[in-house]
Structure formats: structure tokens, C-alpha cells
């Protein structure tokens, strides 16, 4: 029997600098008694950003939902957008808080992003544009969806919340596609507390989005469209910047993570990993994705996600249930032909990875993976029914 983690190993959990770094930059936000509004540390956070992903067209926010809200609103994007039903649910609802109507369309088996030759099938003279998503930041096809959008003259965004510090052929992810919303959130390989980045091709976008984010203030006295509030404040600044400092750090330590990881699990039949990134891509390790195999493994995804949280290891689904099958989005939305999606969503468990998270511990929980596993297949594995019919009430099991 192996022992239960004393604490709970959570699917992620936020790098910290050192404290007292952050009480020093305290200090300073003290001294000037400016809280937000673009504030001194807004606008350095901004400069290394600009350094960091090798473009000035970047704008700062309070978190990447609402970035990704005005970015849609400020392109004038309408009618429909071919999407993603893989993702967090914050992708769809900008897209609706915009009356902007998805059209989901498959993804492709290898890295989970939208499939061209779907996306290209799909367009229609109604079509404006292509939200894509960097799903645990491996970058979706990017040449193939730069052709199809500008053959058929559409715009293309990303949802980059995944792919902050993702390089392919040494070009920052936020170099590509005509826009592209990165999430800084708590459990975000790289995070501002909240906070969220757009990076962009066309530089008129900036000023658009400055009036946006800021009630659509020109000065004191002229409003210049309707904005909302959507301003980035000097603490979540502050912990930006003395993160930045990290970056190499931060991702080195997860490269090493991963590595472990790969190398434990290849060896426990039913649990499938996920693509190496290709060779072009520095990837950032952001989230420890798996495939579940019910039939190798002798339990399903959902019983090994609960057997796992008896031993305080707290996996998430990453992206279970499909957007698409979410209450408010059933019967709203046309649900589309997406078997690899949904065969996906069914399988999927996302493992913990965090920079703070000490190899023995991923050790740990691949021991712990394996002796389910070994239990499993002899028949040992008592599945508490009580918790299985709560999690099945809480979520409902996807039509196929
Ligand atoms: N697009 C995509 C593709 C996204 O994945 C996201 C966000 C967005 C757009 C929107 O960006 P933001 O508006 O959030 O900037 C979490 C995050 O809240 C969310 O940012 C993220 N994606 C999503 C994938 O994960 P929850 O509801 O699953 O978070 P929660 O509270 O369950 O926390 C996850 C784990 O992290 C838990 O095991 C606990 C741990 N945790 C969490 C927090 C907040 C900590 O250890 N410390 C913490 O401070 O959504």
C-alpha cells in the first residue's frame, strides 16, 4: 500500500518570487500611493513584455477573458467564428458576450488544436473569422490556418492563455496570427496574480484598445466609445515583473518535470502521453496531459481520477466536458460532428505540474498511478460508489 500525500497535490499551483522581493515592490507602490490606471510599474511590466515577445503591439489587462472580450469587440468581429469546442469555457463566452455566434468545428489528434481542412470546410459567406486555441500551450497548425484565413480573407486570433513563452523557429507565439490573447492568471505557467496580454500585427489596435479597456476615455472630459474596466493594477504588475526575472527558471524546471513524467508513465499500460512538441517549438511544459485507456488500464478515467484523490492527488479533466455539452451552451449552439473532440474529453486527465513540484513527487504519484493500475487489472480496485454518482450527477456523461 503506498501512502497517501499529506497535503493535496494540486493539478497546478502559482510560482512565487522570494517574499521579500514582493514587499520591497510593495514599498515602492506605497511611497507613490498609485494603485491602477497606468501606473509606473503597469507601463515596466509592459516594456520587458515588449522585449520578452519581440513586438510593441501589446496591450495589458486585468485578466485574459475580458482581453480576449475586447479584442473581439475592437477587430469589429461579427456573424460567425469558427472555434474550438477543446478549451476552457472563457474562449466561447467572449465570443457570445460579443453576439458573436460559434461555429465549432474537430480538432486534430496530435496536439489537440482546430483542424484545418475542418475549419476550411466550414467557412461560409457568414464566416469573419478563426479563434483558435494554443491548447496546453503546443501551438495549433499556424501555417496551414494563416493560408486558409487570408485565402478566404478571414481574421485569425489564438487563444494563447496556454502558450505564454512558446517559441517556434525562435519567434514568440505572439508574433503570429493577427491577434493573440495570452492569460496571466494564478495557474498559468507565467502569471500577474490575474492578468491577461494581447499582442497584435496591426498597430492601430493598441490606441483601440487602451479607449477599451479604460471606459473609452480619451481625457478628462471626452469618452470617445463605450469601454468597460479592464485595466491591469500595479500589484498584479509588480508579481509580473519579479516573475519575468524567472522565466528560463520556471520553464527549465517543468522541462524536467515533463521529462520525468514521460519516462514513469511510458511504462503503465492504459495511460497514453501526449505528442513531444515538434522540434521547431521551445515549448513551455504548461500543463501534463494524458490519455486514459479504459481497457489497459482496467478502470475509467473518471475512477482513476477519483482513486487518485483518495491519495490527494488532485488531477483535473482539462477539457471534460466539451464546451459544446456545458448547460448554458446545449442547445444553444449547433453541436456539430466531433468525434475526436469528444472521444478526447472522455479520456483525459491533466497530472499535476507546477515549477515547485519536486521530482520525488512525481515519482510518487507515478507509483501511485501504477499500483492502481497493478490493482486494477487484478480486480482489487473498489470504486466508492457514492463519490462515482456524485461526479456523474455533477457532470453529465457527453452524448456521443
Ligand atoms: N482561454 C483558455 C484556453 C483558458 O484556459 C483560460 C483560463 C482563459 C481563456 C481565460 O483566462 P483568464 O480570464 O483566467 O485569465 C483555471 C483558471 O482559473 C483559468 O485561468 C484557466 N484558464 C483554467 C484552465 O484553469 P479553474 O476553475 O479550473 O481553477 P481552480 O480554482 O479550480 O484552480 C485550478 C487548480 O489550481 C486547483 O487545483 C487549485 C490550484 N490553485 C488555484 C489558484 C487560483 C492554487 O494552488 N492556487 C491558486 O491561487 O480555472
Known amino acids: 500500500m503506498i501512502k497517501p500525500f499529506d497535503k493535496p497535490i494540486t493539478a497546478a499551483r502559482p510560482a512565487l518570487p522570494p517574499l521579500e522581493e514582493f514587499r520591497r515592490g510593495l514599498e515602492g507602490i506605497w511611497d507613490r500611493a498609485w494603485l491602477t490606471n497606468n ?15 519581440g513586438t510593441k503591439n501589446l496591450s495589458l489587462f486585468v485578466n485574459g477573458t475580458l482581453a480576449l472580450q475586447i479584442a473581439l469587440q475592437g477587430m469589429g468581429i461579427t456573424g460567425d467564428v469558427i472555434t474550438t469546442p477543446y478549451t476552457f469555457v472563457a474562449t466561447t463566452h467572449a465570443l457570445f458576450w460579443n453576439k458573436i455566434r460559434p461555429v465549432f468545428v474537430d480538432i486534430e489528434p496530435e496536439y489537440y488544436s482546430l483542424d484545418p ?46 502558450a505564454f513563452g512558446v517559441k517556434v523557429d525562435g519567434t514568440s507565439i505572439a508574433q503570429f496570427g493577427d491577434l493573440s490573447m ?18 497584435f500585427r496591426d498597430p492601430e489596435y493598441r490606441r483601440l484598445f487602451d479607449y477599451l479597456k479604460n471606459f473609452g476615455f480619451e481625457n478628462e472630459t471626452e469618452v470617445v466609445m463605450p469601454g468597460t474596466n479592464a485595466k491591469m493594477n500595479e500589484f498584479q504588475a509588480l508579481m509580473g515583473l519579479l516573475l519575468l526575472k524567472r522565466m528560463d527558471e520556471m520553464i527549465e524546471k517543468r522541462r524536467a518535470i515533463n521529462e520525468r513524467y514521460r519516462e514513469r508513465l511510458a511504462l503503465i499500460p492504459g495511460i497514453h502521453l501526449v505528442s513531444q512538441p515538434a522540434d521547431t517549438v521551445r ?27 483518495e491519495y490527494n492527488v488532485l488531477a483535473r ?4 466536458p466539451l464546451v459544446t455539452d456545458y448547460a448554458c451552451y446545449r442547445g444553444l449552439v449547433a453541436n456539430g460532428n466531433l468525434p475526436v473532440a469528444r472521444q478526447l474529453a472522455a479520456c483525459i486527465l491533466t497530472l499535476p505540474i507546477y515549477s515547485d513540484l519536486a521530482l520525488d513527487d512525481v515519482d510518487r504519484i507515478c507509483d501511485i498511478i501504477q499500483h492502481i493500475q497493478s490493482e486494477a487489472v487484478r480486480g482489487a480496485v473498489v470504486v466508492n460508489e457514492s463519490q462515482q454518482t456524485e461526479l456523474e450527477v455533477a457532470v453529465p456523461v457527453t452524448q456521443s
Not at 515596466?44 to 522585449?51: C, G
Open 283 to 309: 515549448y513551455n511544459y504548461a500543463y501534463m496531459p494524458v490519455e486514459v485507456d479504459e481497457k489497459e488500464l482496467g478502470l475509467t478515467r473518471d475512477q482513476l481520477y477519483l482513486k487518485l484523490r
Open 39 to 53: 501606473g509606473l510599474l503597469v507601463e515596466q511590466f509592459r516594456d520587458s513584455l515588449i522585449e520578452f515577445c
Open 317 to 320: 479533466r482539462y477539457f471534460y
Open 117 to 162: 481542412a475542418q475549419v476550411e470546410a466550414a467557412i461560409t459567406p457568414w464566416t469573419s473569422a478563426i479563434l483558435a486555441v494554443h491548447v496546453y500551450g503546443q501551438p495549433c497548425r499556424l501555417m496551414e490556418l494563416e493560408q486558409i484565413a487570408r485565402k478566404h480573407g478571414l481574421k485569425l486570433l489564438y487563444d494563447a492563455a496556454h
Open 182 to 199: 495570452f492569460s496571466f492568471h494564478a495557474t498559468k505557467v507565467f502569471h500577474s496574480i490575474e492578468g491577461g496580454m494581447l499582442t
